[in-house]
Nanobody, 121 residues
């Protein structure tokens, strides 16, 4: 059983900062790409940023220069530092990871339960 647990969401004024964390736990043999997605009401879930196991990073154009993703492989954690937040960043943020629970099972996608980020204008 693999679990991803996010923390760090909340309410912030425009221009402020928030930091999200996600911890992977359970039966884990290896973790590949980890990332953050978000979904606003009425919108599809979209990629915010992801980071491979060798730390190659990609960002959505809308967050480049404002958000920073990082990971700690030893702790099985991924982080998202969000600066200069805008009202349009308001969404539920989900952690995602490609996890293999054993050496005989290929990696598959796992999701956290989501954490609400609300940016007031």
């Amino acid at each position: 059983q693999v679990q991803l647990v996010e923390s760090g969401g909340g309410l912030v004024q425009a221009g402020g900062s928030l930091s999200l964390s996600c911890a992977a736990s359970g039966s884990i043999f290896s973790i590949g790409t980890m990332g953050w997605y978000r979904q606003a009401p009425g919108n599809q879930r979209e990629l915010v940023a992801d980071i491979t196991s060798s730390s190659n990073i990609s960002y959505a154009d809308s967050v480049k220069g404002r958000f920073t993703i990082s990971r700690d492989n030893a702790k099985k954690m991924v982080y998202l530092q969000m600066n200069r937040l805008k009202p349009e960043d308001t969404a539920v943020y989900y952690c995602n990871a490609e996890v293999s629970p054993s050496r005989w099972i290929r990696r598959s996608d796992y999701w956290g339960q989501g954490t609400q980020v609300t940016v007031s204008s």
